[in-house]
């Protein structure tokens, strides 16, 4: 059974450095002190994004004296998050500097026609392949499905010429397979396994494995099925996938939610036959992957069918998007409007303020669900009433004949980031809300919406001791 070890930040962060200096650049490597003599014989091994074009021998041995700067230069991505998820803000994890791609369903280009479908819990390597293309560092299908992808190069070296060449790529695939389980699931899967002229890979060992840290770091994980074993390329192509899987059981979390939160790491450290000697020898991370366990009472399998330590919920914490349309016919086009206006044309919007600025529609101004202060969501409703009462009449509901209205508020009431902010936060500037009528059954439809949407993404209550937990943005068709 696979027994990550939980790695903190001060331990991680040192071992980062060394792994960044292996990995940010194929490492190129300097010829051994005995480079020049007959029998110096060499491994220089590169990391690259998956699917990358990689020089073949023959080109290499072309350039002569030159072949080094055949190689590619990789992006780092030793040690980092996807730039979408979100991480405890004590957890210091750096963020890749490149977007992740991401599926339309969490992007919002495809229209739901007031309703929100259940997210893909699954995700293969083709889709996985498809999604790094264009050397990506993550993709990500869902909350509940996201992954990574490393391929490794080996250049064999002989009187400090390449005489060689393998490689092979990694991908590991994060998932939460069920709706009701808490179960997160690792997949490894190694792939494209290739090799040219003269290599010694039925001695090259292949050591895989990975470090989880959570917060809170006390909380115990369960753990099932396996990372691969140390072994040589050659039999780790003949049996090339395995499968781990981990969960933590309630009770462990912080906050009302009892929220626990995870980052794991993946690494591969190669080791050459004698007499091959490598520059590079040590770990290589592929990256942090993500995870989430909670228990909210308002979301779903909050009793784990009377089976106590099996409710709440997985998810893989990274920002949705919350899709509108303002097409002919979509029933919440009048909200999907408003939000467009709100966003683009805010001088134009009530309450009046030169400086409106809403959040909500990139990564940098994102929302966050306001869901245990009840109080709060209430003051937010009456800051977007009176301003509707303000500049459309305290008749404003039943002004226009034969369409009953409801006043519409973005940020909705629902998030931290809603029309009384101010109230609650001193720093944050008055007025930085829009609300307008807008008739009722759009304003149904939009909230409805954002309820299933909010429901299907497992998305918390934004803040847990000072964390930033949970978030999502926004999108109009």
């Not at 889709?127 to 790094?132: A, I, N, R, S, T």
């Not at 069920?178 to 190694?190: C, E, G």
């Not at 993404?457 to 934004?462: E, K």
């Amino acid at each position: 059974m696979f027994m990550p070890k939980v790695l903190d930040y001060r331990a991680w962060r040192g071992r980062a450095l060394v792994a960044l200096a292996t990995a940010a650049m194929i490492s190129v490597g300097l010829p051994s002190a005995a480079a020049d003599s007959d029998s110096s014989v060499e491994v220089v091994y590169s990391t690259l994004p998956a699917g990358v074009p990689v020089p073949s021998l023959g080109a290499l041995q072309a350039m002569g004296s030159g072949w080094k700067a055949g190689l590619p230069v990789r992006e780092t991505a030793a040690g980092k998050l996807p730039r979408e998820a979100i991480a405890p803000a004590r957890s210091g994890l750096p963020k890749a500097s490149t977007p992740s791609f991401l599926s339309d369903e969490m992007t919002g280009r495809v229209p739901f026609a007031a309703t929100y479908p259940e997210p893909p819990r699954t995700m293969t390597k083709d889709e996985c392949k498809k999604g790094l293309q264009g050397g990506r560092l993550f993709a990500v299908k869902s909350r509940y499905a996201m992954c990574t992808g490393t391929q490794f190069v080996q250049t064999w070296m002989q009187r400090g010429r390449p005489v060689g060449q393998s490689s092979f790529t990694l991908w590991v695939i994060d998932t939460v397979p069920k709706k009701n389980d808490r179960t997160v699931q690792i997949r490894y899967l190694f792939t494209d396994f290739k090799k040219a002229s003269t290599t010694r890979t039925g001695g090259l060992k292949i050591d895989t494995d990975g470090d989880v840290t959570t917060w809170p770091k006390q909380a115990a994980r369960k753990y099932g099925g396996q990372v691969p074993p140390v072994q040589s390329f050659d039999a780790l192509k003949a049996k090339p996938e395995y499968i781990h899987t981990m969960l933590v059981e309630p009770g462990q979390g912080t906050g009302k939610d009892d929220i626990v939160q995870m980052a794991y790491e993946p690494f591969v450290k190669l080791t050459f036959p004698s007499p091959y000697t490598s520059p590079n020898t040590g770990r290589v991370s592929v990256g942090f992957l993500t995870g989430r366990w909670d228990t909210a009472s308002y979301l779903f399998n909050k009793t784990g069918g009377g089976k106590p330590k099996k409710k709440g919920g997985a998810t893989l914490p990274v920002v949705p998007t919350l899709p509108y349309s303002s097409k002919t016919g979509a029933p919440e086009r009048a909200v999907a409007q408003h939000l467009r206006d709100a966003h683009t044309k805010p001088g134009g919007t009530k309450p009046v303020n030169a400086r409106k600025a809403v959040p909500g529609f990139d990564l940098k101004h994102t929302l966050h669900r306001l869901q245990h202060d009840d109080a709060r969501v209430q003051a937010n409703r009456r800051a977007a009433i009176a301003t509707c009462v303000k500049h459309w009449g305290p008749n404003y509901a039943t002004s226009v004949p034969g369409v009953p209205r409801e006043c519409d508020e973005y940020p909705f009431a629902s998030t931290y980031e809603g029309a009384a902010r101010s109230k609650y936060d001193g720093k944050k500037p008055k007025d930085n809300f829009s609300a307008r009528p807008l008739p009722r059954s759009d304003n149904g439809a939009g909230g409805n919406i954002l309820k299933i949407f909010m429901d299907r993404n497992r998305i918390l209550d934004g803040f847990s001791s000072g964390d930033d937990v949970d978030a999502y943005i926004v999108s109009i068709s």
